[in-house]
Nanobody
């Protein structure tokens, strides 16, 4: 059973950058699609970005396209989210998730497809 631990969140001014990491353990990380989601106070969880098991294909929510980059290093069992040009509306708890139910399955923006989630890391962007 894969377990996930996020890190790298914090407080940053608008226009700044952060890089989130998600360390995986307890399973074969490299076989599975992964994604980042976020949840702002009083709002529903929303999709941010997803990546295939190999890292060869990625896709993003429109709100972050061109500013955020998802990547993975399967040799380090780690997923990343590079966030540039941050805006106050990016403030949220960010979660990584893995679809470990089926090897090599294509990623999706649907949260229900991911069966394992991290505990989340807070990102706060001040104006």
């Amino acid at each position: 059973q894969v377990q996930l631990v996020e890190s790298g969140g914090g407080l940053v001014q608008a226009g700044g950058s952060l890089r989130l990491s998600c360390a995986a353990s307890g399973g074969t990380f490299s076989n599975y699609a992964m994604a980042w989601f976020r949840q702002a106070p009083g709002k529903e969880r929303e999709f941010v970005a997803a990546i295939t098991w190999s890292g060869s294909y990625t896709f993003y929510a429109e709100a972050v396209k061109g500013r955020f980059t998802i990547s993975r290093d399967n040799t380090k069992n780690t997923l990343y989210l590079q966030m540039n040009n941050l805006k106050p509306e990016d403030t949220a708890v960010y979660y990584c998730a893995v679809d470990s139910q089926s090897r090599w399955r294509a990623p999706t923006k649907e949260g229900g497809a991911y069966n394992t989630w991290g505990q989340g890391t807070q990102v706060t962007v001040s104006s």
